[in-house]
């Protein structure tokens, strides 16, 4: 059974900083394609950063650009993604997601995690 357990949220002040992780089991970890996406309240989950299974190629939602940076350790089946720079925008609940391939497009990812909330205050 394919599990996503995300974590590291919290609560941050605007200009912050905070990283959050994906520890992934039950699939081969190495051989898929990663992704983090988030949800507003009221709003519909957006696109954040996707990576490949390598790593050697990433992805970033154009706002997100040299503020997050998406990364993986394959060793240890774990998703991260160090966000800067935070801003009250930001707050959402955070998802990581897997696919065969990376893509902007939710529909292209079939396993997905709980979430973890990031709340930046102003």
């Known amino acids: 059974q394919v599990q996503l357990v995300e974590s590291g949220g919290g609560l941050v002040q605007a200009g912050g900083s905070l990283r959050v992780s994906c520890a992934a089991s039950g699939l081969t970890f190495s051989t898929y394609a990663m992704a983090w996406f988030r949800q507003a309240p009221g709003k519909e989950r957006e696109f954040v950063a996707a990576i490949t299974w390598l790593g050697e190629r990433t992805v970033y939602a154009e706002s997100m650009k040299g503020r997050f940076t998406i990364s993986r350790d394959n060793a240890k089946n774990t998703m991260y993604l160090q966000m800067n720079s935070l801003q009250p925008e930001d707050t959402a609940v955070y998802y990581c997601?897997?696919?065969?391939?990376?893509?902007?497009?939710?529909?292209?990812?079939?396993?997905w995690g709980q979430g973890t909330q990031v709340t930046v205050s102003s």
């Open positions: 997601a897997v696919g065969l391939m990376v893509s902007t497009v939710r529909s292209a990812y079939y396993y």
